[in-house]
């Protein structure tokens, strides 16, 4: 079971399963100070009585405990039969649980039984670890308790079997207690500062080998795969940054392509994370890093998640190169065959310069004569397996990668997932871009909102209301969305509206996104299928419905939508008075920044890393055991900054002081980062 359900199947994995908490268990309170929100209790008294009650079918053990002070009721809901043969009345217990109240008595619920007298769990009786465990496992009462037993007794067999897994030199240089001693602390400690030394050393040893081994990964790549040096800077680059570029480049946009510049100048793969808001300027900057390709005698392609974001690059760059006679091809799902046909044509002949398109660019069929550059467009969106083919659309050398992403990815990400790509950041607006205001309302505000939408239209601007459509089954949402849909044409009767959603068919969903984008329709109704795509510079209002049911980044993201031509633009978050703190804590944090950093930093202390966007489908690669990427900043840095090092001097580990390194790694095989190696 516990291999099963915990993935535990040797001492090793037994040993590496660590607290989540710890509780002080050298406190015993009275029954008459115990509170119901109180987190834990421990208490001695005798047990003074132990009946099984029936409600209907179910049956409960109601057990009632007496102290000087009064009387706490104590119920089993599970394993009747064994506690009612396993406890005796009238006998003096200690009872640790998490008190909780039912129509006015507190009781404790399921609660932990040590006879008084019996020797406590915890030898020293400072400190409780308490352990993870499953539904499955508490329904067979394998809970905290069970597993700190097996725990304790693997501990008397410990001394002496744990081998070094660091340099000597290293323990050193960081005063780090060693293996061993931090094993036994961490599960069983003494004090609070011996306890802080054994979990940073245990932190650091876990992000120190993932940073060890993407740094090993990066290093192996630069040496094992050639890239094609892009030595011109040449006629198309010129003539587009002096006769064509539409405004001044920003400082922001002008340092990232003098990185990508630098990359592509080197006999290397470039593999180049490039990270900037909405509306930041990417496409451009992704514009001309193709013009270099071309310069040297290279295609291009650049892959974007849906076709209304692939249609619109298409359009946006076709405008921008407008003059330069340059041949650029758009290839998607719906593209024709006899279209197909042209193209598949053209790329093989060498003629068709640049080729924008979705999923339908790593086809099989689709090859070039000469690849040079894959540009890959808000890339959480592809498998892994999805880029790798983009790789090896050449026979020989891998095209240079680079990869954009406007969901601001934080620090700490950044560093493990995308750790072995060198970033690039995007962090200033174009010229002439105000930044959106943000306003909270409640429910009550709604008429003010109302007027404020009906003069923004009236001064020519159009509108998104955005619904909460979690999940396409959800028939209540729906039916929100299709309500509101009624109630904004009759809020609105002289301006025409748009809907859309999930459920609409793709034509039918670009159809209606055409009218709005054309001013024929000038408020839009929709779900968050607007999130990434439409850029609609007219649009300066955005109405984010049920806004607490939204996470940080999907309602920065939301944001990035209006703010895109010179107008004030404005997003307004309405929620109901009833919202939790998180809740509460997100939206005061959207209305205090546009910052999408500082955001992204926030939504993965609120979420943690395994659910932010983009990292969740492709999972973060690696099990983090204690380590946890949003509190422990400072630790990764350290390691990131020490594995840099030791590489540094001896890339291959091979020393006699290193090679404890290299078993390491070896050893952990469990961390594999397959997908590292792509893009």
Known sequence: ?????????????????????????????????????????????????????????????????????????????????????????????????????????????????????????????????????????????????????????????????????LPPSLLRKLKLMPLEESLLTVHKPENTTDLRKARFRLKFEELFFIQLKILGLKHSRETKFKGFPFTQIGYNFNTFYHDFLPF??????????????????????????????????????????????????????????????????????????DGMNLEIALLTGSTKTSERQVIHEKLQSGKLNLLIGTHALIEDSVSFSQLGLVIIDEQHRFGVAQRAKLWQKNDTIPPHVLVMTATPIPRTLAMTVYG??????????????????????????????????????????????????????????????EEGFRHVTELFPEFSVSMVHGRLKPAHKDREMQKFKEGETRIMVATTVIEVGVDVPNASV????????????????????????????????????????????????????????EIAEMDMKLRGPGDLEGTQQSGIGFDLKIANLSKDTEILQLARETAGEILQNDPQLASSENLILRKGILSNKKTEFEWSVIS
Not at 291 to 305: I, K, R, S, T, V
Request: glycine share 6%.
């Open 1 to 165: 079971m516990l291999k099963k359900e915990l993935g535990i199947g040797t001492f090793r994995d037994l040993i590496y399963y660590y607290p989540y908490k710890y509780i002080d268990r050298t406190k015993f309170y009275t029954i008459r100070e115990i509170q119901s929100q109180m987190p834990y209790i421990q208490v001695k008294g005798t047990l003074a009585a132990l009946e099984v009650v029936a409600a209907g079918k179910v049956q409960r053990l109601v057990g009632l405990l007496k102290d000087e002070t009064g009387v706490l009721e104590l119920i089993w809901f599970q394993g009747i039969k064994w506690q009612k043969e396993n406890l005796k009345l009238n006998t003096r217990y200690i009872v640790f649980g998490k008190p909780s109240e039912f129509n006015g008595r507190i009781n404790v619920v399921h609660p932990e039984m040590e006879p008084d007298g019996a020797q406590l769990l915890t030898p020293s009786g400072i400190f409780q670890a308490h352990y993870n465990t499953t539904e499955n496992l508490k329904k067979k009462f394998v809970h905290s308790k069970v597993i700190h037993k097996l725990i304790l007794s693997l501990l008397e067999k410990l001394p002496g079997k744990v081998e070094e897994t």
């Open 248 to 321: 001044e480049l920003t400082n922001a946009q002008k340092r990232v392509l003098k990185e990508i510049r630098r990359d592509v100048g080197r006999s290397q793969q470039m593999n180049r994370l490039l990270q900037g808001d909405v509306g930041s300027g990417k496409t451009l900057v992704a514009l001309m890093s193709a013009l270099m390709a071309l310069d040297n005698g290279f295609q291009a392609c650049m892959m974007a998640p849906t076709e209304i974001l692939a249609q619109q690059h298409f359009n946006t760059i076709s405008k921008l190169v």
């Open 420 to 481: 072995d790509l060198d970033v690039s950041v995007i962090d200033e607006l174009p010229p002439g871009r105000k930044p959106v205001q943000t306003m909270h309302y409640f429910e009550n505000r709604r008429a003010q909102v109302i007027n404020f939408l009906r003069q923004q239209i009236n001064a020519g601007r159009q509108v998104y209301i955005v619904y909460p459509l979690i999940s396409e089954s959800e028939k209540s949402d729906l039916k929100n969305l």
């Open 542 to 597: 955005m109405v984010i419905e049920s806004a607490e049911r939204f996470g940080l980044s999907q309602l920065h993201q939301l944001r990035g939508r209006v703010g895109r031509g010179a107008d004030q633009s404005y997003c307004i978050l309405m929620s109901s008075y009833k919202i939790s703190n998180e809740s509460r804590k997100r939206l005061s944090t959207m209305v205090r920044t546009n910052d999408g950093f």
